[in-house]
């Protein structure tokens, strides 16, 4: 089993900037790239950004141009900084891992395992 903890949500003011942080624990040998996902109130999940261990990155193109996935593989953890946030960019935010998987996938049914979630809120 793997274990995702996040961190950093909070509130910021539209224009601002907030840093996610997510650290694996556990069997942590059979997970090739992590992903962000988010899901707002009312809405469903949406994939935001992933990052493979390579350093291979994919994002979702609301994000492009703000967002920048990174990782440090020697903590097995990705870091999402998140730069001119927008009220619509409200949501909880979830890190996630697939298992044995090697290439990017976007859909959340790729994923197994999940962090328990990190609320940011965007006021404007």
Known sequence: QVQLVESG????????S?????AASGRTSSIYFMAWFRQAPGKER???AAISWSGM???ADSVKGRFSISRDYAKISVYLQ???LKP???AVYYCAAPDGRDTIATGGNAYDYWGQGTQV???S
């Open 18 to 22: 907030l840093r996610l942080s997510c």
């Open 9 to 16: 949500g909070g509130l910021v003011q539209a224009g601002g």
């Open 121 to 123: 809120t965007v006021s």
């Open 82 to 84: 998140m730069n001119s």
């Open 57 to 59: 990155a994919l994002y």
């Open 46 to 48: 949406e994939f935001v």
């Open 88 to 90: 619509e960019d409200t």
